[in-house]
């Protein structure tokens, strides 16, 4: 079956460690898109990439770095400099054609929380 | 920059009542606009989505949607709710213009209770 597979589901992370967050798509789609999602708050742009080896600073990249080395896999890496990581990670992939009226197709998230 | 305001933090309705879920969007251009649905601890689903085609939108699982430009709205129904309905729901506008990108701006979601 095509989709986007995020791992792990849960993790548990101490002050001061980077932990990295994985994303793989069977889609073959060009875009990929990392979010976080908080209470009340809805989601918020952390970074995206529209092709391998180029990748942009979203709305709230601070604290966080990504890579993309391969079509299929976009690993996000939350850092000790994010300031409060607790929060539950989406992973999504798009088409680049249609760019403006394609619907994006999400993971299952990974929640994060710091200890 | 685009907005999406989505009013009701909270919307309870008794099963088989209508369901109404607001969305007001601004944007400087032509909106895409978009209803995900997002059940417990998982990612979201694409419920339907506008893109200046038909003003009445039909999605999955009885839900339909209407652009009213007058309004800057796009509000979310349902006829009948059922128990399954219960989840969160995220407007959500299209902001690329000519970047050839595809940026998706979020309300902050309305969760839907449903009682018997």
């Known amino acids: 079956d095509g989709g986007i597979t995020q791992s792990p589901k849960y993790l548990f992370r101490k002050e001061g460690q980077n932990v990295t967050l994985s994303c793989e798509q069977n889609l073959n789609h060009d875009a990929m898109y990392w979010y976080r999602q908080d209470p009340g708050q809805g989601l918020r742009l952390i970074y995206y990439?529209?092709?391998?080896?180029?990748?942009q600073k979203g709305d709230i990249a601070e604290g966080y770095s990504v890579s993309r080395e391969k079509k299929e896999s976009f690993p996000l890496t939350v850092t000790s400099a994010q300031k409060n990581p607790t929060a539950f990670y989406l992973c999504a992939s798009k088409w680049q054609t249609g760019t403006e009226t394609g619907e994006q197709f999400f993971g299952p998230g990974t929640r994060l929380t710091v200890l | 920059a685009q907005s999406v305001t989505q009013l009701g933090s909270h919307v309870s309705v008794s099963e088989g009542a209508l369901v109404l879920l607001r969305c007001n969007y601004s944007?400087?251009?032509?909106?895409?606009l978009f209803w995900y649905v997002q059940y417990p601890n998982q990612g979201l689903q694409l419920l339907l989505k506008?893109?200046?085609?038909?003003?009445l939108v039909k999605g999955i699982n009885g839900f339909e949607a209407e652009f009213k430009k007058s309004e800057t709205s796009f509000h979310l129904t349902k006829p009948s709710a059922h128990m399954s309905d219960a989840a969160e729901y995220f407007c959500?506008?299209?902001?690329?213009?000519?970047?050839?990108?595809?940026?998706?701006?979020f309300g902050t979601g309305t969760r839907l209770l449903v009682s018997p």
């Open positions: 506008y893109t200046s085609a038909a003003t």
């Open positions: 959500a506008v299209s902001e690329g213009g000519n970047t050839g990108f595809q940026k998706l701006v």
């Open positions: 990439s529209q092709i391998v080896n180029d990748f």
């Open positions: 944007s400087s251009v032509p909106p895409y």
